[in-house]
């Protein structure tokens, strides 16, 4: 239903121009193993080649019988060129087995350390065709408004790749918060309808291919904050608030059965300020813990791997450790 009009407000998609790349030295290749309460798992701390990354990072996920996983790195450029790496085989992996890739993305810092998959190689061997891409949460302002996660979305990477625009789902901007949630809660209800978006075999919810959450420092993700009512929301798809305490104010937000439901979750984190948050949510403790959203964020049979910097590391009980 908002197909149209998203179609109108994405505008032209440009088309990648073709650009001479310098193709960039092997580097050496050194995991780090750290093992955590909750994610007895990995860190790749430094820049893989990228076909023993791919190798190893599957290595790694077979060895994780719970498919949970911390890496940690040294320099964000490194962290940037690992996320798209990740997303780009998640969604080769999807395309392959369904024909399709439904992501459903955050706001705030996530969109520019996506920015590598706007650049060669990701932009020109990434399926986008077949890209669907949704929002974890929204605020509900114009999406033209600077605070819309949409316009974040559209300026740093959908106007920037080949993505087919009725392809984009955002949120209706016209309508209240309550109305807002409850159309887009019935929009991904027909691509569930139509295996766009797969569906749990545990419940009825949505099974995204992939949901990439930020953080924040009070151990928000997507628009769920601490102590809010709807953590305990069990029903609904698609939930709206009026008070966030982080402005603006009105805003929709996926719930946490549907966070939960995904193949895979991402939580990518960088900067001390959200060091604390980060330390309750892995290493399960604060005082906080039992409503800290993030620490609730734990997907039934799905994958979680954090994506943190050595700074929203440095407060983890094993230390942000690096290679030589
Ligand atoms: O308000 C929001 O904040 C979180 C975290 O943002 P960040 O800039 O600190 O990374 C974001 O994930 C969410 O989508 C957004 O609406």
């Known amino acids: 239903m908002f197909e149209d009009e998203t179609v109108e407000d994405v505008g032209p998609i440009d088309l990648w121009e073709e650009e001479e790349e310098e193709a960039e030295p092997e580097k050496l290749l050194i995991p780090i193993f750290i093992s955590f309460k909750k994610f007895p798992f990995l860190c790749l701390t430094h820049h893989f080649p990228s076909p023993f990354r791919a190798v190893l990072s599957m290595a790694l996920s077979g060895a994780n019988k719970d498919g949970r996983g911390v890496r940690i790195y040294e320099y964000l450029d490194e962290l940037n060129t690992d996320l ?22 955050s706001g705030g810092s ?10 060669a190689p990701y932009s020109k061997t990434v399926d986008w065709a077949k890209w669907y891409i949704f929002w974890v949460d929204e605020r509900v302002v114009a999406k033209n408004h600077a605070d819309s996660n949409y316009k974040l979305a559209k300026d ?4 920037k790749v080949p993505i087919v625009p009725s392809h984009v789902h955002s949120i209706n901007d016209m309508v209240s918060a309550e109305k807002a949630a409850e159309d887009y809660e019935f929009v991904i209800r027909q691509l569930v309808r139509t295996r766009v ?11 995204f291919d992939l949901i990439l959450l930020g953080l924040g420092p009070d151990g928000h993700v997507a628009s769920l904050f601490p102590n809010h009512s709807i953590l305990e929301e069990k029903e609904e798809w698609v939930t709206f608030l009026t008070d966030s305490p982080k402005p603006p104010p009105e805003r929709i937000t996926f719930t946490l059965p549907v966070i939960n439901s995904a193949s895979n979750v991402a939580i990518v984190v960088t900067g001390s300020s959200k060091a604390e948050a980060v330390h309750s949510a892995i290493d399960d403790v604060g005082p906080d813990c039992p409503t800290l959203p993030a620490k609730m964020v734990q997907p039934t049979k799905g994958n979680l791997v954090w994506f943190l910097d050595k700074a929203a590391a440095s407060k983890l009980d094993g230390g942000a450790k690096f290679s030589e």
């Open 84 to 105: 798209a790496e990740y997303i780009a085989e998640l969604s080769e992996a999807s395309v392959k087995e369904r024909g399709v890739f439904a992501i459903a993305l």
């Open 197 to 207: 978006i797969s569906v749990s075999d545990i419940s009825d919810c949505p099974k």
């Open 156 to 159: 740093g990477l959908l106007s």
């Open 110 to 119: 996530l969109i520019s350390l996506m920015g590598k998959l706007c650049e």
